[in-house]
Structures are given as C-alpha cells and as structure tokens.
C-alpha cells in the first residue's frame, strides 16, 4: 500500500466549476500536508499549506485537513483554463521530506 | 518568494556516461537540499536528502554509487548519474527548504540514449 493515495484523474471541468480533489494517506505520523501545482516539464509550485485539521482558504482554493480520517482534500473554485495542470498532495514529517501522491491532472474547459 | 534553479534544464546522453545535474539556492542558504525523480505521469519520488559538509543520505532502493551527490557549499548541490543507462531517463527536481515550504527548482529532463 502507498503511503499515499490519489486518484490520477485526468479530471475534466467547464470554466466556472469546482474542482475537488482528495487524498488519503496510512501513515498518521504526518504532520503537515501541502498541495502543489505543476505544469508540464516544470518543478512544482506550493498552492496550500496546512499543519491542523480543518479547513483553510487562499482566494479560490480551500484545503481541508481531517486527521481522523486520514484525508485531504482542496477545492477550485470559479475554476479558470489557467488552473489547468496537475495537482500534487504532499505530506511530511516533521523532517522536510515529502511523500507525494502520484497527482491529478486536470483540464478546464473554456 | 525564494529561488532554486536547476542547470542542465534538459539533457541528451549517451550510454555509459556520466551527466551531473547542479542545484542552486539563489538567494538563501541551504544546508539541506532534496533530490526527486519523477517518471512521466507518476508522482514525484525522494530519492536523497543532500547535506552541506557531510554525506547525503539515500531513501531505499537508490544506489548511492549510481547517483552521486555533493553538497558544496550552503547554495550548490550536484548530482551526478554515473554510467547512465535508458532507464535512467526522467526528470529530475530538487528543493530546499525554507521557513515554511519547500522551494522547488524546475527540473532537468535527462534522456539516455
């Protein structure tokens, strides 16, 4: 079992739509999780941060933590073709080291 | 926010050479830097943590005779594929840590011929 788990899509929405993107994760020594956003051939790029259960909100995306369940999620809203990539959870530790899920790709239809 | 580049962006090899990527915090420092490999359309794997002034340490299953690092200075991490091989094909990102957040670099695609 991978430590963790996300669904590769690819996920496909009209403009204007929500995304909603999730991940599980079996190992509970996570403390903080991050979602990322990636365009093709490029590194990565931190959306969200988040350390504690519960929900957080950065403009459009929101990122919700439950701990209990062992489950992350982030939702677009008002999605545009520009959000258009692939979406990486990550989680760590306390010792910087990243633990990816395998990413979402998704599209936005104009 | 903070910078990492990455150089080589893209490389083209033969078989059996050697090609070192380097890593560079731009503007901080960084005594510890990461090394990932991400296949295409798979998520992006640790490979080694990279140390200023004392030796990387590997994740399991990665050959530390195959994949060298070297952490130079507080800026520079290299890593160097030795003796590359097709399946060695794939893109390579590093990051730094900062306050908060990781800095990622925007990788180097490495094709072995």
């Known amino acids: 079992q991978k430590e963790v788990e996300q669904d590769p899509g690819p996920l496909s929405v009209p403009e204007g739509a929500i995304v909603s993107l999730n991940c599980t994760y079996s190992?509970?020594?996570?403390?903080?999780f991050m979602w990322y956003r990636q365009y093709s051939r490029k590194g990565p790029e931190l959306l969200m941060y988040?350390?504690?259960?519960g929900n957080k909100e950065d403009g459009r995306f929101t990122a919700q933590v439950d701990k209990s369940s062992k489950y992350i999620s982030l939702f677009i809203r008002d999605s545009q073709p520009s959000d258009s990539a692939t979406y990486l959870c990550a989680m760590s530790r306390n010792d910087y080291k990243l633990s990816f899920g395998a990413g979402t790709t998704v599209t936005v239809r104009a | 926010g903070a910078v990492v580049s990455q150089h080589p962006s893209r490389v083209i090899c033969k078989s059996g050479t050697s090609v070192k990527i380097e890593c560079r915090s731009l503007?901080?420092?960084?005594?510890?830097m990461f090394w990932y490999r991400q296949f295409p359309k798979q998520s992006l794997m640790l490979m080694a943590t990279s140390n200023e002034g004392s030796k990387a340490t590997y994740e399991q299953g990665v050959e530390k005779d195959k994949f060298l690092i070297n952490h130079a200075s507080l800026t520079l991490s290299t890593l160097t594929v030795t003796s590359a091989h097709p399946e060695d094909s794939s893109f390579y990102i590093c990051?730094?840590?900062?306050?908060?957040?990781?800095?990622f670099g925007p990788g180097t695609r490495l094709t072995v011929l």
């Open positions: 988040t350390y504690s259960s």
């Open positions: 503007d901080f420092q960084a005594t510890t």
């Open positions: 990051s730094a840590p900062g306050a908060n957040e990781q800095f």
């Open positions: 190992n509970s020594a996570f403390q903080y």
